[in-house]
């Protein structure tokens, strides 16, 4: 009799059912399982970008293919550009977690200040990644295309690269290193145009006093996860494609 | 609903990111990148201290790891959850780092073994 009783007791542990076992919003834990997959997809860009330059004898050396500032030096100056688009996107990223923190205070006019800077974050990056496109484009690399695309004598075609390499010369190497990088930036530079069309929108919510009326600010963590994801993948592209 | 409400707001309140802990973290992000850029562009490019190599790529990806970690844990708040939620996010991750060793493995194969052997012109002619 005594182990049957046991049966019928309610259990409350907190998988034991009727209650949330995370105590997170619905939306909140969709966002998360999205932003997992969403890893799923840039982690097989990457990788598929390390297979690729195992595969190949030689490679691009990105001191010498990244040593442009728009509009103030042509060449020889590595790395530095990259460094302010880098610098900014952290900084949006701050600003970002100072919007969640003031909507955890329903300081209304605090999260539409720092949504803003956030806003206006991204768009700078944005920006400066098509500066950086607009310069690749401009010496000859694109999507299937390198500075050597058309040309047939060897040593016109090695001259032609020369300037990307510092061990040997390859023409599939520099046309894998194009393709790739232009693939995974583009998709990357996606995501943070998604987040900004996501940010106004959110903004305008704030705005007009939706999450004040709603009683909490939960969307702007949303949003918020979201944008320091795309902060994430940076941090990782910055790597694989500009320290490496 | 207000129970549950109720919950959220004091988790929210309770252990989340002060203005203070986010400066903080901010800055350890912001010294890292600055590490990183000493090494890349002074050591290795100028002053050609250290060479580049798997030595270096290893020490770019820790530093990177460790970006990553404040980032998840800190910005994207990972670290204040319910621990089932942290290892239901994360264990996944298992798969990408055994696609990561099988697509470097593949990577090293094709480099060694198929690009040593030319392509033969068909001639059209069998002997069947």
Redesign the interface.
């Known amino acids: 009799m005594d182990s049957l009783s046991k049966l019928d007791e309610v259990k409350t542990t907190?998988w034991a059912g009727g209650r949330?076992?995370?105590?997170?919003?619905y939306g909140k834990?969709m966002m998360?399982?999205f932003l997992?997959s969403d890893?799923?997809t840039f982690?097989?860009f990457l990788?598929?970008y390390?297979?690729?330059?195992?595969?190949?004898?030689t490679w691009i050396d990105a001191?010498k293919i990244f040593q442009s500032i728009p509009g103030i030096a042509d060449h020889g100056q590595?790395?530095?550009f990259v460094?302010i688009m880098?610098?900014i996107l952290?900084m949006s990223?701050?600003t970002?977690?100072?919007a969640?923190?003031a909507g955890?205070r329903n300081s209304k006019k605090e999260v539409v200040k720092w949504m803003i800077w956030t806003i206006l974050g991204g768009m700078a990056f944005v920006g400066c990644q098509a500066l950086e496109w607009t310069h690749l484009h401009h010496v000859g690399f694109w999507f299937g295309q390198n500075p050597a695309t058309g040309l047939t004598d060897p040593a016109a075609i090695s001259a032609a690269l020369q300037p990307y390499f510092t061990n040997d010369i390859s023409y599939t190497a520099a046309l894998q290193f194009s393709n790739l990088f232009f693939t995974i930036t583009g998709f990357h530079g996606f995501h943070v145009t998604v987040g900004i069309i996501l940010n106004i929108i959110i903004l305008c919510m704030v705005l007009n006093n939706t999450f004040e009326k709603r009683?909490?600010y939960?969307m702007i963590?949303k949003v918020?996860?979201y944008w320091?994801?795309v902060?994430?993948v940076w941090?990782?592209v910055?790597?694989f494609f500009?320290?490496? | 609903m207000a129970h549950?409400?109720h919950?959220?707001?004091a988790?929210?309140?309770g252990e989340?990111?002060?203005?203070k802990r986010?400066?903080q973290v901010?800055g350890i992000?912001?010294a890292i990148?600055a590490v990183?850029?000493l090494v890349?562009?002074g050591f290795?490019?100028h002053w050609h201290i250290v060479a580049k190599g798997p030595a270096l790529?290893a020490f770019?990806?820790v530093?990177?790891l460790i970006?990553?970690y404040y980032?998840?844990a800190f910005?994207?708040?990972l670290k204040f959850?319910?621990k089932?939620?942290i290892i239901c996010?994360s264990i996944?991750?298992i798969?990408?780092i055994y696609?990561?060793v099988l697509?470097?493995i593949?990577?090293?194969y094709?480099?060694n073994h198929l690009?040593e052997h030319p392509v033969y012109k068909n001639s059209g002619t069998s002997h069947h």
């Open positions: 907190p949330e076992p995370w105590s997170i919003e834990i998360w399982f997992v890893a799923f982690s097989s990788i598929y390390g297979a690729q330059k195992f595969a190949q004898p001191d590595p790395l530095v460094g880098t610098f952290i990223s701050v970002m977690v100072l969640v923190e955890h009683g909490s939960l963590e918020g996860l320091h994801f902060d994430l941090v990782f910055f790597t500009y320290l490496i | 549950h409400e919950t959220l707001d988790h929210a309140h989340g990111m002060g203005v986010i400066w901010f992000l912001l990148t990183e850029f890349a562009l290795v490019h790529y770019y990806v530093l990177t970006k990553a980032i998840v910005f994207m708040h959850e319910k089932s939620f996010c996944v991750f798969f990408i696609f990561i697509m470097l593949e990577g090293g094709l480099l690009q």
